[in-house]
């Protein structure tokens, strides 16, 4: 599994461990007492608590559990942060103590590049190219996470209301981790699309990541697929059409031969659509628009909405009016 969904990832030593409990769990303590400092580092978990569950661990790699358990940890460190961290996490509910370690050292400048040259031909730069043409792949990402920052309270009150089945999407898309969609909340959600996508090196696999993230909150529908379109423009423009999601569905969708729904346009004109009530009679009760005028849509789209759901029969004002008025 690592080696296919994380290849140029890292690998430590093997640490083994027995659960102490026959259906019991692991937990990652994060808050436990330091040995050595840390000041200026901050170590973030992705769920709390970050238990493991014995039950995920055993039934990994079967139909519904395609991703095994994993507590996914973030870790930033100011610039005057002690210059080398050694963080502790012991692990809790197991027959012997164990301790896991996180290492990380500060990141330093990069020599520049008449440094180098000075050097002789010899000399490299130890810096991962981190552009596909003229595209920032680093700064995309920092818009991406900026967007998702400003909108969160608005997102996390919509997607509240169905958090599970949009949980169960995005673990079928393989963007969370089963404890995640097992007690999902926006943040541990939007916390896991946020670290893979930290993982991403090319302009490629960060369009994918999105639109799937996108296309999972879409396939919900109703208000979760209005908040996907929406933060798929919210991105559209940050990015300024840097990343171009519609095009990338498109290409997913025809590589896949995807089936789209399709209507057939009544045969009647749009011209023929009149509202049984003239506007003037309407205007006296407040009204000032037909829905159908505040909808755009190629003509056969809107006699298609016109002989199901009567647009040119319904009437809107864009201001406030109460029943007296109607009334009146």
Not at 195 to 212: Q, R, T
Not at 241 to 250: D, P, R, S, Y
Request: hydrophobic content about 35%.
């Amino acid at each position: 599994f690592i080696k296919e969904e994380h290849s140029e990832a890292k690998r430590g030593p093997n640490i083994y461990f027995r659960i102490a409990s026959p259906d019991g769990y692991i937990e990652l303590k994060f808050d436990a007492p330091q040995e050595k400092p840390f000041t200026g580092w901050t170590i973030e978990p992705h769920m709390k608590p970050a238990k493991l569950y014995q039950e995920d661990i055993y039934n990994f790699g079967k139909e519904d559990y395609s991703l095994p358990p994993s507590c996914m940890v973030s870790v930033y460190g100011a610039p005057d942060a002690v210059p080398t961290l050694h963080y502790s996490v012991p692990i809790e509910g197991v027959a012997k103590p164990v301790t896991l370690y996180i290492h990380r050292s500060r990141r330093t400048t990069h020599p520049t590049a008449d440094a180098a040259s000075s050097r002789g031909s010899n000399g490299t730069i130890p810096a991962k190219r981190r552009r596909e043409g003229d595209f920032n792949i680093k700064a995309a990402k920092q818009k991406i996470k900026r967007v998702m920052n400003e909108n969160h309270a608005d997102f996390a009150e919509l997607l509240e209301s169905s958090l599970k089945e949009i949980a169960n999407k995005l673990f079928e898309a393989k963007i969370i981790t089963k404890q995640v969609q097992r007690s999902p909340t926006y943040d541990t959600i939007a916390s896991s699309f946020l670290a893979i996508m930290n993982l991403l090196d090319s302009k490629s696999d960060l369009e994918k990541h999105c639109v799937k993230y996108l296309e999972a909150l879409s396939s919900v529908g109703g208000p979760i697929e209005f908040a996907a379109n929406l933060l798929r423009e919210k991105w559209t423009t940050a990015l300024e059409g840097a990343l171009e999601f519609e095009q990338f569905v498109k290409r997913v969708r025809d590589s896949m031969n995807l089936r789209v729904n399709m209507v057939i346009a009544p045969s009647n004109p749009l011209s023929n659509y009149k509202c049984k009530v003239p506007m003037e009679r309407l205007r006296q009760f407040g009204f000032q628009y037909m829905l159908m005028d505040l909808v755009e849509a190629p003509p056969p789209v809107l006699s298609y909405y016109c002989a199901h759901q009567h647009l040119h029969d319904i009437p809107v004002s864009l201001n406030k009016f109460t029943a007296q008025k109607l009334n009146s």
